[in-house]
């Protein structure tokens, strides 16, 4: 007799969360893909809680800390700003133009 590897039962869902997973990290995964795994996520909460262990323990937490730091900095602009930026905007696109004739 042969000795045959045992079989592994997986659900279509299961399936095709591996096949989402590996568009995903190769870089190759449509919005449409993307939206289907985001469901897929959402639907098991076993799964769910998988994910979210495995953030844990990799970088994305100093990352999205960075940006909400980054988000928090900006403050809100009030007319005053608003139109002194479109000026000297409008001076420094003047400048770059006599700069290049």
Request: proline share 3%; aromatic share 6%; net charge negative.
């Amino acid at each position: 007799m042969k000795h045959q590897k045992p079989l592994i039962r997986r659900t279509f869902l299961q399936e095709r969360f591996e096949i989402l997973m590996k568009k995903q990290q190769s870089g190759e995964a449509s919005f449409n893909e993307l939206t289907e795994l985001d469901e897929i996520v959402n639907r098991d909460p076993k799964l769910r809680y998988i994910i979210l262990e495995e953030m844990k323990g990799s970088d994305c937490d100093n990352i999205q800390q960075e940006e909400i730091m980054l988000i928090e900095a900006s403050k809100p602009q009030n007319l005053f700003d608003k139109l002194k930026s479109l000026i000297n905007h409008l001076l420094s696109f003047n400048a770059q133009l006599f700069q290049l004739a």
